[in-house]
């Protein structure tokens, strides 16, 4: 019967009762460490009886790192990034790491947080959102912590990223609705701008001027549903005559434009006005919204972010790597297309 402790069991504790060594505990507890399997469930079945759990910080302490991995996010409430946050947290628990969720929703939040991340001896971190500072990444990369960016800008000379080219994305838009039979564009951008979102409306803008294509620019305050349903309705019925082809930077935002457009101004959508979004979220293939789009692939994206930083833990003399996302027209019925 396992002793009654009036303080938290310790790993000597687990050992005593296990009747192993204490080195034995801690192999039984590190992820591909050498223990046999009797071994292995004697220290469990200790460790469950006296409600033992491992302190992973006080490993960092004395590690390399605690297996923690930070992930750097905001916009927890939009689809996408609700979705990525998930993937690369089951990603990272795969691998035996533990997710550590920051949500940074100002420049100066993210600054302060990733320095809070550093006192954790964390395994790495991984940013969706904001841009760190090239101080910042340059601290991460004396102190040899993988970082990875995705869809971010880089910043210095350290930092792996997993982005959707820009420029690609605003060509492959101006190409798909010009195949699907547009002639004059318009594309709904968010007035508050950031890496990725911004970045591929302005190059939808620039490759629609270099075909010589009418090209509106519509603005929406944020990237938000409601900021971009109501910036199509004070658009107007009779200005959005002039467009026969929007593009929207992200599909929320395209999703407010669908309900701005045929709810608050009678348009029928693909007949008076095509559409086509960005991201290919679940709301996209809704029956009531059968979005056209352009999918980069969330699943892939956070596959290609774990090999990187798991490469990065391995080898931390690596080259710098960019990983290109495939990108991939999603055609439904928000545009006029051959089926």
Known sequence: ????????????????????SRSAVSRAFTPGAHISTGTRKKVERAASELGYRVNSLARGLQQKHSGIVGIVCSRLDTPLRSRQVRLLSEALVRQNLIPMLIAAETPDDLARLIESLLGYSVAGIIVTDGSPSRALIEECRVFGLPVVMVNRAGASNWGDRVIANNEESGALAVDLLVKCGATRLGCLMPRNRTYSVSGRADAFVAEAKARNLLCVEILASDQTYDDSRSSIARFGRAELKSIDGLFCATDLMAIGALDGLRTDLGLNVPKDI???????IEQADWVSYNLSTIRQNIEAQAEAVIRLLSDRLLDSSLPIRVHNQELTPVLRGTTRHDS
């Open 1 to 20: 019967m396992a002793k009654a402790f009036n303080r938290k069991p310790t790993s000597f504790d687990v050992a005593e009762l296990a009747g192993v």
């Open 274 to 280: 095509q559409v086509l979004g960005y991201d290919d």
